[in-house]
């Protein structure tokens, strides 16, 4: 072989293991950088999940506060149509 060919065939050599060596450390970067964001959206959703669990505690407490009020005390009406007059409206209303 002559010195030509020898030069040629190192240098696609080098070439060769240049690109498998960037192309192996861009995809470990690559890699790296989706490991982050799997964390980080790990983080949002215990947050957001923190945030529903505070958000039905609330809820929970502020509807406990209505039916407790509502069951406190008995309706009452202050004024109201006399037994005799309300079976008049029924008799002429049928």
């Avoid at 065939?9 to 964001?37: I, K, P, W």
């Amino acid at each position: 072989m002559n010195l030509n060919a020898i030069l040629a065939v190192a240098f696609l050599a080098l070439l060769g293991a240049a690109y498998v060596y960037g192309h192996h450390a861009g995809t470990a970067s690559l890699q790296a950088r989706l490991d982050a964001a799997a964390v980080q959206a790990q983080a949002a959703d215990m947050e957001t999940a923190k945030a529903l669990a505070v958000a039905e505690q609330a809820r929970a407490a502020l509807s406990q506060q209505l039916q407790d009020a509502a069951n406190a005390d008995p309706v009452t009406v202050p004024v109201a149509l006399p037994a005799t007059r309300v079976l008049r409206l029924q008799a002429a209303r049928q």
